[in-house]
Each structure stands twice: as C-alpha cells, then as structure tokens.
C-alpha cells in the first residue's frame, strides 16, 4: 500500500509516520513524507499594494523562517523514517498546503495520513482548513491523527449499511492484520467494536434491519480473526459514536466519508467532519 504522511515539524506530523509504523499493516507499507511549503500565504491577496509594500521585510524574514523550519522537518523526517524501518522517501513541495497534498495524495488504494493541527497558523496546517478539506476531497482513506501511536487493540467501527461503511469494514479486514504483539512475545486479537446509531424514528424496520447488519459485520470480522461486539445507539450519530469509542477505550474510530443519505442520516460528510474535529482520538475515514 502506498501511503502518504503530510508532515510540517510539528508533534502532528511525528505522530502520523509514528502511527504508519504501529498500524499492523498485511503488507508493509511503501511510505512518502511530504512537506509542504506555502511561501504565497504570506502574501495575502487582501491586502493592498501600500500595505504589502511595507510588510515586505517581514514577508521575507518570514519566508526564510519557513524556509529553515522546512530544512529542519525534512531532516527530522528522513531520520524518523530510517529509525522506524519504514520504507518510503521524504519529499518537499511548494504551494498551496491541501491542494498539493491531495494533489500527491495515493488513489482508492492507498492511506493519506494527516496531523489534526499543525505549527501554527501561518503554514495552516489546522484541523479547521486542512485536515477538513483533506477529508472531503481526497480519492483515498484519510487517517486524522489526534494523539500519539499506540498499539492497536481496540478499533470503534461505525456502520450503516452505506457503500462507504462497508468499504470501511473491508479496508479493516483486508489491510490490517487480526492480531498485535503483546510486547512479549505473544499476540492478541484486535478487538472492533461495531456500532450502528439511529436518530430517534418511529420505524422498528429500520432498527431491526440495523441490528442485522451489524451482526453480519460482526461475523465477518470475526471469521477475518478479529475479536468483536455489536453496539446498538439512539441518537445524534457522531456524539454516539464518540461515547462508544470513550466508552471502550478506542485506539482508531473507523468509518465511512458517506452514508445513505437524508432518511438514514448516519455517515453523512457532517457527521465523519464533526467525528474528526471533536472525537479525542484519531479517526480514519474511508471512501
């Protein structure tokens, strides 16, 4: 699998190539760390000649700041990549941050791994800018990263019957592997906690075909080796999938960028959007 992991020198983008190496990958991953550099911010088109004629110095102090900062990323980055045993290359670019990453984004088949914020404001490598745009556009499965790498033992996958939820459930048992070390020599299952949350309706149909597909999503991942549970919510999907996720001590949301549309009212954009900007653990989302 190809993976690309946007990287800025921030904690972000260490935690992104970090969390490339923990994930219990089938096949080893083929890894490009991409650092994007937006010199033209710095020029914003707002403002007038005048004024942009007296910020010049700044500009370019400040282009030179970016310049050293990105030197220092690049180098960071190529030492972390040897030191995990990853293998991949390092890679620098200019211009616009999301649309250059997309740009070099892999396609269906490959992982976009992006930190959920960045330095600071100037490169806008933020979760309100970049990692949203990222989800919404990209051809490929997004991995937000919200916190450092961990093991992975515990995933919370959502569902709802959509194309996109089931191709979440496939790139979990097709890409990772059932089990993780135990640091010990010894391995444990991966345990994946289903869940299907309804808003508050009237229709038992609805309830009753949801509970069948979480039990034939639940049987899948365990005839895959995964261990695993079925969650039934009512309410607002994404706070729903949060708690569970809290509630379980999940290591990874899984979920589709998509669901069925205005009457299911699950997977929607909106509701993977505020999963990620709001869940305190990383979600990869999947289209």
């Known amino acids: 699998m190809n993976v690309l992991v946007a990287t800025d020198g921030s904690k972000f983008g260490t935690w992104g190539l970090n969390w490339v190496a923990k994930l219990p990958f089938v096949v080893p991953p083929k890894v490009t760390a991409l650092h994007v550099v937006d010199i033209a911010s710095l020029r914003a088109p707002f403002l007038s000649q005048p004024v942009m004629a007296g ?3 700044y500009i370019q102090e400040e282009a030179q700041r970016m310049d050293a900062r990105s030197a220092k990323a690049l180098k960071e980055a190529k030492l972390q990549l040897a030191t995990l045993k990853l293998k991949g290359a390092v890679r620098k670019e200019q211009g616009a941050i999301a649309q250059t990453i997309l740009k070099r984004a892999p396609k269906r088949d490959g992982l976009l791994v992006v930190g959920s914020q960045g330095l600071d404001a100037l490169d806008r490598f933020m979760l309100g800018s970049v990692s949203t745009n990222l989800i919404h556009h990209a051809t490929c499965p997004v991995l937000v990263v919200k916190d450092a790498a961990v093991p992975l033992r515990r995933i919370t996958l959502a569902t709802d019957g959509s194309a996109a939820s089931a191709k979440a459930l496939a790139f979990v ?8 070390s135990t640091g010990k020599g010894g391995h444990v299952p991966i345990h994946v906690t289903v869940i299907h949350a309804m808003p508050f309706i009237k229709y038992p149909e609805l309830k009753t075909a949801g509970r069948h597909l ?10 895959a080796g995964f ?11 994404a706070e729903e999938i949060m708690k569970v996720a809290s509630k379980h001590q999940a290591d990874l949301i899984v979920m589709g960028a998509k669901g069925l549309g205005a009457i299911a009212r699950f997977l929607l954009g909106s509701v993977s959007t505020r999963v990620v900007q709001h869940s305190s653990c990383s979600v990869l989302v999947v289209r």
Not at 227 to 237: D, M, N, R
């Open 214 to 223: 979480v039990e034939q999503n639940v049987r899948k991942l365990v005839k």
């Open 227 to 237: 261990t695993a549970e079925a969650v039934y919510q009512l309410g607002k999907p």
């Open 173 to 180: 048992v097709k890409n990772f592997q059932p089990d993780t």
């Open 55 to 57: 910020m010049e110095r």
